[in-house]
Structure formats: structure tokens, C-alpha cells
């Protein structure tokens, strides 16, 4: 990843405050940003398309608790799934 490319943690946290300031919320970068790992994470691509969906769904009901909750997860997920990523490369 690049210094200009954002990581799927950070198109989180933004698509995120955007839907705690109460505006819509476009998941079409974070679907494009998953897909384009899939092959090199299918597992973490798996379980972030699965929370992405759950907070599509959550958010068409009005549950905002628990699509933040599912944010936070795939804040969280991601983020560590990064951190790994760079450990990684660096000793590599």
C-alpha cells in the first residue's frame, strides 16, 4: 500500500463519521477496497463484507448502536490486519 492509498481502516473511520454526523453512507469504495484485497486476505475480506452488510441492514432499520458496534469491529479488524500486513513486509 502506498503512502496516498488510504487502508480499508481508514475508509472505515470516515464512512463511519459520516453516518454518526447523520449523513448517507456510500459503501461502493469499501466494497471496491475489500474486493481488491480478496485474494491476498480472504478471510478478514470475508468477515469485513459480512459486517459491511450488517450495517447496511442495521442502518436501514434505524439501529444506529448496532451499526456503529460493527463499525468499531471493522475498525478494529482492519486495522490489525494492516499492522500485521506492515510487520510483515518489514521483516520480509
Not at 3 to 27: M, N, V, W
Amino acid at each position: 500500500m502506498s503512502a496516498k492509498e488510504k487502508s480499508l481502516a481508514d475508509e472505515f473511520r470516515q464512512t463511519g463519521r459520516h453516518f454518526l454526523a447523520g449523513k448517507p453512507i456510500d459503501i461502493s469504495v469499501l466494497s471496491a477496497m475489500i474486493e481488491k484485497q480478496r485474494a491476498q486476505r480472504p478471510r478478514m475480506c470475508t468477515t469485513l463484507t459480512d459486517l459491511l452488510q450488517a450495517i447496511q441492514d442495521e442502518a436501514g432499520r434505524g439501529d444506529r448502536g448496532a451499526a456503529l458496534r460493527h463499525f468499531r469491529a471493522a475498525i478494529e479488524l482492519a486495522s490489525d490486519s494492516d499492522r500485521r500486513q506492515r510487520a510483515t513486509a518489514k521483516w520480509a
